[in-house]
């Protein structure tokens, strides 16, 4: 999600972000699932636009 104060992260960026936390903030066994999803597939589940009016 993009807010007005920062810019969007990239998904290499979100996915070493997960990563970091997982364990503590996320659920390890879950990420370790997540995490292998193919790029491409998470891309498709994702909106091509948000109306946030």
Same mark, same amino acid.
Not at 11 to 16: R, T
Not at 27 to 33: G, H, N, P, S, W
């Given at each position: 999600?993009?807010?007005?104060?920062?810019? %969007?992260k990239t998904?290499?960026? %979100?996915? &070493?972000i997960m990563? @970091?936390? @997982?364990g503590?903030?996320l659920?390890? &066994?879950?990420?370790?699932?997540?995490v292998?999803i +193919?790029?491409?597939?998470?891309e498709?589940c994702? +909106?091509?636009r948000?109306d946030?009016s």
């Open positions: 999600m993009q807010r007005s104060y920062k810019d %969007a998904y290499e960026q %979100a996915m &070493e990563k @970091g936390v @997982g503590t903030q659920d390890k &066994e879950l990420l370790d699932i997540f292998q +193919p790029k491409e597939e998470l498709q994702m +909106p091509k948000v946030y």
